[in-house]
């Protein structure tokens, strides 16, 4: 029998440290520099954006400006109380200030594109395990489904939903790109932002079209006014030299185009019989590529495309003339380049 000079001790359950439990680690010291770079994340991430896009992503806003203009694209920018900045369909990006906005519309979402042959192959079968062996789900939502924090209080938001009737001088004009490619110019009769545009036609005809049909509105244009940027002027050359020349009343893409003449007559020239149609400049200088001739177009995508010149609107579109006798209409945002391979003056 083997004796044990050193009795056996209880542990007591107070939390005073005893021998039987080794006292607790001091608490470690950070250095000056950890702190202050703790400090320092902590700061960044408590800071808002100064610009950011919408939350949803790729989003699309409209915004109508003071002087009647719209504007719809993707919301690159987006800052409450200073600008916000679109891309719009035609590849421009444009920068509109807080206070020339009259009407800034809810974000929606951007149309996505249609998936490649290779996305829509079936997927291999997941090792993950089924529903019923995965952990209960979240009542949080994901951050992306989190509402946006609020904006700041310092500018209030001038976001409506309301139709936004705007006053109409006499004898003001605009031309109104439609969706479908129609185009139409004439008096402004009723003009609604987020709601209609009513024109009346020189032909005595009434042209409602809603919003949401309104590709694009050019800004107010004065009966008479000089300015290039928002004249109705059209110049059809025909096959055999002759020029026929008026004031646009109504155009349809790939088919006819309807002029005013001097003398008052109305006429419509089918886009097959003419040439090519000569639209003034804005900028009321030469315009920057080539308005005669065969034309080499390259896209964006590294496509060419290749034909007459036969129509060019500088912030709009691009139309050649196959050699079958069919038109290819190009948006000018998709042109990466153009090259004149003739003259079709010699």
Known sequence: MLYNPRPTRVCPTSLVPSPCRPPAAPPRRVGRGSAALTLTLALALSLPLAASADPEGASERTVVTQDGAMYRGEVKEYVVGDHITLKLDTGEVHRIAWGDAVQISPPRVKPSKAPKAEEQLPRPPSDRPPPSDRPPPSDRPPPSELPPPPPPSRSPTIINNQPVPTPVEPNTERTVVTQDGGTYHGEVVEFESGSHILLKLVTGER????????KRISPPHLRGDNDPSGSPERTVVMPDGTTIRGDLVEARLGEFTTLKLPSGQIRRIAWRD?????????????????????????????????????????????????????????????????VLLADGSQ
């Open 207 to 214: 042209r409602r079209i809603p919003w949401a049909e309104a």
């Open 274 to 338: 003419a040439k090519r149609i000569m639209v003034p400049n804005p900028t009321g200088r030469p315009s920057t590529i080539p308005i005669t001739g065969e034309l080499l177009v390259v896209l964006d995508t590294g496509k060419r495309v290749q034909g007459e010149y036969f129509e060019y609107v500088a912030d709009d579109h691009l139309v050649l003339r196959h050699a079958a006798g069919g038109f290819r209409i190009i948006p000018v945002g998709s042109i990466r380049k153009i």
